[in-house]
Structure formats: structure tokens, C-alpha cells
């Protein structure tokens, strides 16, 4: 049988088509909330000729449509942040759910590094990033990592690798300053609306973050059930 792995909060699925195209006798199955990004990234995966193999669906990855034991690997990339609490516990109990016995989950994200109180500047910093993202907290490393095994998972292992996505963040001063001076430059063409003013505030909040190493990580958790 066909291997089948999940991506849970998918977007548009880039990064099931990437490894679909490594590993072509697997079937991806992505799960967002958002119906645009099902549709677009359907259409884009037909136009890479992946149909047969991905597979993007609306669904809450809370409430998989998906059977006890059904998955061979889920993975969750930046999106985990988006499950509710500092431990995340409802999509930790899903993906144990949905996957079988001696599958594996991968998830990459940032966390805090402990649940104790941020020092006021940097609590209006987060909260205000949290609102930009609309998201609720990022979930406390620790208390992930406990929901994991109190709901069996075994093997689960923590890697801290924020110095690896360090070059990706050194982009942003240089990608936001560029995208406000063309807007500037366009002036009344290209009006922004708060979404896209957050997406534009957002990473930078996000720089400051992640310089707060005592405070903040970006972490790579993986397990087996």
C-alpha cells in the first residue's frame, strides 16, 4: 500500500508537492481551514501534475475526516502555533489518533521557552504579533512536549534550531523596508488593508522575538506513536 502522509495546516501545499516530487510513491493529504488556499492549491498541484498524489482538503486539524490509526507520518510546518493553549494538546491527541502504530510526526515552529512572565515591553511585542497572525500563543516547549508523551508518544525529541532559520530572519529588515518604499512609491494604487499591514508588521515583530533567545525559540519536535 501507499504510504500516506499528512500535512496538517497546509496553506497551499508547497511543501507536500516538494516532497511529493522526492518521494513518488506516497500520497499527501493537506488539511487547512481556508478555502481559497484548498482551491488554489489544488489548481497549482494539477499543474504540476501531482494530482495523483496530493490531495488538499478544508478541515480543521483538530477534527481530521480521518480514521483511528489511517496515516503513516503527519508533519506541521509553522502552523501547530495555530492550535489552541500554551501546550497544544488538542492537535497532539489528533495526530496520535490519526496516525498508526509506529508512524512519526515532525513539527517545526516557534515556542516559548517557559510560561513565566514577559517583561512588559516584550509582552506588548508578542501580543501585538499574536494579533497580526491571529493567533492566541505560541505553545510553552515544555508543556508541549509533556502533552506529547501524556498522550503516548515515544522517542519524542526536541531540537533547538534556531540559529538554522537565522539567515531566513536576517531577510526581513530588508524585505519589509522594500515592500513599504514600493508602497510608498505607488501611494493611492496600493492602499493597505489591516491584513496586509499586519503580514508587513508581523515579521518584524517576529525578528525582535527571536532575538529574545532567553524568551523564545524555533524548535524542531519529532516522535513515533
Known amino acids: 500500500l501507499e504510504p500516506i502522509v499528512l500535512e496538517l495546516g497546509c496553506g497551499l501545499g508547497a511543501a507536500s508537492r516538494f516532497m511529493a516530487k522526492q518521494n513518488p510513491e506516497a500520497i499527501f493529504l493537506g488539511f487547512t481551514i481556508t478555502p481559497w488556499q484548498v482551491e ?5 498541484t494539477k499543474e504540476e501534475n501531482l494530482a495523483h ?4 482538503s478544508e478541515s ?4 481530521l475526516p480521518l480514521g ?3 496515516a503513516d507520518a503527519a508533519f506541521a510546518m509553522e502552523s501547530a502555533c495555530y492550535a489552541k493553549g500554551a501546550d497544544k494538546f488538542d492537535l497532539i491527541r489528533e495526530i496520535y489518533r490519526v496516525l498508526k502504530p509506529g508512524a512519526r510526526f515532525a513539527i517545526s515552529d516557534g515556542f516559548r521557552r517557559h510560561s513565566k512572565p514577559l517583561p512588559a515591553w516584550l509582552e506588548k511585542i508578542y501580543r501585538k504579533n499574536m494579533d497580526c ?7 510553552d516547549i515544555n508543556l508541549f512536549t509533556e502533552a ?10 526536541v531540537e533547538d534550531i534556531s540559529w538554522r532559520i537565522a539567515p531566513s530572519f536576517a531577510h526581513i529588515p530588508f524585505v519589509t523596508l522594500h515592500f513599504c518604499w514600493d508602497i510608498w512609491k505607488r501611494k493611492e494604487e496600493a492602499k493597505l488593508d489591516q491584513e496586509r499591514k499586519n503580514n508587513a508588521l508581523a515579521p518584524a515583530l517576529g525578528l525582535i522575538m527571536g532575538l529574545n533567545r532567553k524568551h523564545f525559540g524555533y524548535y524542531l519536535v519529532q516522535g513515533e506513536k
Open 60 to 63: 480543521d486539524f483538530v477534527q
Open 40 to 44: 488554489f492549491g489544488n489548481q497549482l
Open 68 to 70: 483511528n490509526d489511517s
Open 148 to 157: 506529547l508523551k501524556k498522550v503516548g508518544f515515544r522517542k519524542v525529541e
Open 53 to 56: 498524489q496530493v490531495t488538499l
Open 133 to 139: 497572525w491571529a493567533l492566541t500563543d505560541l505553545a
